[in-house]
C-alpha cells in the first residue's frame, strides 16, 4: 500500500541524494530483513528506514538502486513476485509490475534475478555507495558482483574503483524535515500525549507497570499507530533509576514517582516523550525537589535551542543546573565550575540531554562537522531530555534514594526558534497533580 505521503516527497529525496552522489555513481540499498520471533513466528515487519525514505516501498526481500543519468531508467527495484498461494497466507506482494504502478520505480525485476543484474547495472560506473557494514551477507553479494567485473577488464569491461559509505550522504538529508514529514511528526506527538495524559489519569497504587503501558499502548493503536517508536518504559520507584528498564513488571507502591519513557510510531514517524510523576497524584518534599531541578535545566536547555546555537550548548545549560541543583540540596560539595569540570554530576546525570529524532527514535545525522559541534539549523528536530537518578544504594540521606525522575519533550527548529511539539503533556508540579486528580 502506497505511503501517507505523496509520491513527489519520495522523488524529489532521490533526485536529491542522485544530484549528491554524482553521475558516475550507483547506490545499492537492501531493505530489512524479516527477523524470527519463535520457530516459525516472525516480529512484525518494519522497513529499514533508508530504503523506506527514498521508496516507501513497505516490503522485505528487496534491493533498491539508483543510478543517475541511466537512460533506461535512474530508480530500479528488485522484489518479490507476486504469489497468489503465498499472499492467501501471507499478506498481499506488490511484484515488479506494482513497484512501478505504485511506487515510482522505472524498472522492476524479480529478487532472484539479481545476481545476474546487478552487475549490468554496476558496469560503467566508477563509485558505488552502500551501507557497508550494516548486512554482511549481502556486502558479500555486492563484492563478488564488482569482483566478477574486475576479472573482465582485459575484455574492456569497467569495474567501480571506489566503495562509499551511503550514510554520509543520505543521512544528511534525513536529518533536515520537510513539511511533510513535520506533519507526520506532529501527529505522531499529539498521539503520544494523549498516550502519557491518559496513563497519569489511570495510575494508582496497585496497579502493575505493564497496565500503564497497556494504556499507552492502547491510545497509540486506536489513532492508527501499529507499533510505538520503541520498547516503553514504565519504571516506578527505583526501577526509574535504570535508564533503559523495559520488564514493566513491579507493582505501583503508594509513595513512589513512575517514569513513563514512552513514544508512538505514526506513518514511520517517532515521537518521544518522557514524563515523571507520583503514583498517589502528590509529589513529596525530596521528589518536588528533585523534580524542581530537572525541570529548570531542561528549560535552561530549551533557551538554547534556536538556529546558530551549537548542538552541545543545551546539553552544558542543563548540565549548570544540574549541577547547581545538586549542590544546592547537599547532594554534591565543592565549588561549581570545579564540579562541572570533574563530572561529579555523572553519579545522578550520566547520559546526554537529547538526540536526534525523525524516522528512527535515535536519529541519523552527525553531531559533529570538522570535530566542531554542529549548528543547529531550522527543520532539525531533537530532544531535550535531562535526569536525575539517585540510586537505591547511593550514599546519600535516605529520603533521596531510590528517586529517578526525566523530562523529554520533542523540539522542532524553526526560523524564529524551536516549537516544542509535545508540550501538551502536563510536566509542571502543580500542573500534573492537577491532572491526574481530574482537574482540566
Same mark, same amino acid.
Given at each position: 500500500?502506497?505511503?501517507?505521503l505523496?509520491p513527489e516527497?519520495?522523488a524529489r529525496?532521490?533526485?536529491?541524494?542522485?544530484?549528491?552522489?554524482?553521475?558516475?555513481?550507483? +547506490?545499492?540499498?537492501?531493505?530489512?530483513?524479516?527477523a524470527?520471533?519463535?520457530?516459525?513466528?516472525e516480529?512484525r515487519?518494519?522497513?529499514?528506514?533508508?530504503?523506506?525514505?527514498?521508496?516507501?516501498?513497505?516490503e522485505?526481500e528487496?534491493v533498491l538502486?539508483?543510478?543517475?543519468?541511466?537512460p533506461?531508467?535512474e530508480?530500479v527495484?528488485?522484489?518479490?513476485?507476486r %504469489?497468489? #498461494?503465498l499472499?492467501?497466507?501471507n499478506?498481499?506482494?506488490s511484484?515488479?509490475?506494482?513497484?512501478?504502478d505504485?511506487?515510482?520505480?522505472?524498472?522492476a525485476?524479480?529478487?532472484?534475478?539479481?545476481?545476474?543484474r &546487478?552487475p549490468?547495472?554496476l558496469?560503467?560506473r566508477? @563509485?558505488v555507495?552502500?551501507a557497508m557494514?550494516?548486512?554482511?551477507?549481502f556486502d558479500?553479494? &555486492?563484492l %563478488?558482483?564488482?569482483?566478477g567485473?574486475r576479472a573482465r577488464?582485459? +575484455?574492456?569491461?569497467?569495474?567501480?574503483?571506489?566503495f562509499?559509505?551511503l550514510?554520509h550522504?543520505?543521512h544528511?538529508?534525513?536529518l533536515?524535515k520537510?513539511?511533510?514529514?513535520?506533519?507526520l511528526?506532529? @501527529?505522531?506527538?499529539a498521539?503520544s500525549?494523549?498516550?502519557? @495524559?491518559? +496513563?497519569?489519569?489511570?495510575?494508582?497504587?496497585?496497579?502493575?507497570e505493564?497496565?500503564?503501558?497497556? !494504556?499507552?499502548?492502547?491510545?497509540?493503536?486506536?489513532?492508527?499507530?501499529?507499533?510505538a517508536?520503541?520498547?516503553?518504559?514504565?519504571?516506578?520507584?527505583?526501577?526509574?533509576?535504570?535508564l533503559h528498564?523495559v !520488564?514493566?513488571?513491579?507493582?505501583?507502591?503508594?509513595?513512589?514517582?513512575?517514569?513513563?519513557?514512552?513514544?508512538?510510531e505514526?506513518?514511520?514517524y517517532?515521537?518521544?516523550?518522557?514524563? #515523571?510523576?507520583?503514583?498517589?497524584?502528590?509529589?513529596?518534599?525530596?521528589?518536588?525537589?528533585l523534580? !524542581?531541578?530537572?525541570?529548570?535545566?531542561?528549560q535552561?536547555?530549551m533557551a538554547?535551542?534556536?538556529?546558530? +546555537?551549537h548542538?552541545n550548548d543545551?546539553? %552544558?545549560?542543563a548540565?549548570?543546573?544540574?549541577t #547547581?541543583?545538586l549542590?544546592?540540596?547537599g547532594?554534591?560539595r565543592g565549588e561549581l565550575?570545579?564540579?562541572?569540570?570533574s563530572e561529579?554530576?555523572?553519579?545522578?546525570y550520566?547520559?546526554?540531554?537529547?538526540?536526534?529524532l525523525?524516522?528512527?527514535?535515535?536519529?541519523?545525522?552527525?553531531?559533529k562537522?570538522?570535530?566542531?559541534?554542529?549548528?543547529?539549523?531550522?527543520?532539525m528536530?531533537?530532544?531535550?531530555?535531562?535526569?536525575l537518578?539517585?540510586?537505591?544504594d547511593?550514599?546519600?540521606?535516605?529520603?533521596?534514594?531510590g528517586?529517578?525522575?526525566?523530562i523529554?519533550?520533542?523540539?522542532?527548529?524553526?526560523?524564529?526558534?524551536?516549537?516544542v511539539?509535545?508540550?501538551?503533556?502536563? @510536566?509542571?508540579?502543580?500542573?500534573? !497533580?492537577?491532572w491526574m486528580?481530574?482537574?482540566?
Open positions: 500500500m502506497p505511503a501517507s505523496p516527497e519520495f529525496r532521490r533526485r536529491a541524494l542522485m544530484n549528491m552522489m554524482g553521475e558516475d555513481s550507483i +547506490a545499492v540499498l537492501p531493505a530489512a530483513e524479516q524470527l520471533r519463535n520457530r516459525d513466528s516480529y515487519y518494519r522497513q529499514d528506514s533508508d530504503f523506506y525514505y527514498l521508496s516507501a516501498f513497505p522485505p528487496a538502486c539508483l543510478i543517475p543519468g541511466r533506461e531508467g530508480f527495484m528488485f522484489c518479490r513476485p %504469489d497468489k #498461494t499472499e492467501i497466507w499478506g498481499r506482494r511484484g515488479p509490475q506494482g513497484a512501478i505504485d511506487y515510482g520505480v522505472d524498472q525485476f524479480l529478487i532472484e534475478e539479481l545476481d545476474t &546487478l549490468q547495472l558496469q560503467g566508477g @563509485k555507495y552502500c557494514g550494516a548486512r554482511p551477507g558479500r553479494r &555486492l %563478488d558482483a564488482v569482483q567485473l577488464a582485459r +575484455a574492456g569491461v569497467h569495474a567501480p574503483g571506489e562509499l559509505m550514510d550522504l543520505l544528511d538529508l534525513r533536515f520537510s513539511a511533510e514529514e513535520i506533519r511528526m506532529r @501527529k505522531a506527538a498521539i500525549v494523549q498516550a502519557h @495524559k491518559r +496513563a497519569m489519569r489511570a495510575c494508582r497504587a496497585g496497579l502493575y505493564y497496565e500503564l503501558e497497556a !494504556e499507552i499502548m492502547h491510545e497509540f493503536m486506536r489513532q492508527g499507530c501499529v507499533a517508536a520503541y520498547n516503553s518504559i514504565v519504571g516506578a520507584g527505583a526501577n526509574a533509576c535504570i528498564y !520488564e514493566n513488571r513491579d507493582r505501583l507502591q503508594e509513595g513512589d514517582l513512575v517514569l513513563i519513557d514512552a513514544g508512538a505514526y506513518e514511520s517517532a515521537a518521544d516523550i518522557t514524563r #515523571t510523576f507520583p503514583v498517589n497524584g502528590r509529589f513529596s518534599a525530596a521528589q518536588r525537589d523534580y !524542581e531541578v530537572v525541570l529548570q535545566a531542561q535552561a536547555a538554547q535551542i534556536y538556529p546558530g +546555537a548542538w543545551a546539553h %552544558d545549560a548540565v549548570r543546573v544540574i #547547581t541543583g549542590r544546592d540540596l547532594l554534591l565550575d570545579e564540579l562541572i569540570a561529579a554530576y555523572r553519579a545522578y550520566m547520559h546526554r540531554t537529547g538526540h536526534w525523525g524516522m528512527d527514535v535515535h536519529d541519523v545525522g552527525d553531531y562537522v570538522d570535530e566542531q559541534w554542529r549548528q543547529l539549523e531550522p527543520g528536530v531533537l530532544t531535550v531530555e535531562p535526569g537518578y539517585i540510586a537505591p547511593a550514599e546519600v540521606d535516605a529520603h533521596w534514594r528517586i529517578g525522575i526525566r523529554e519533550d520533542d523540539v522542532l527548529l524553526t526560523r524564529q526558534g524551536h516549537e511539539l509535545t508540550a501538551g503533556a502536563p @510536566k509542571g508540579v502543580q500542573e500534573i !497533580e492537577d486528580r481530574g482537574a482540566g
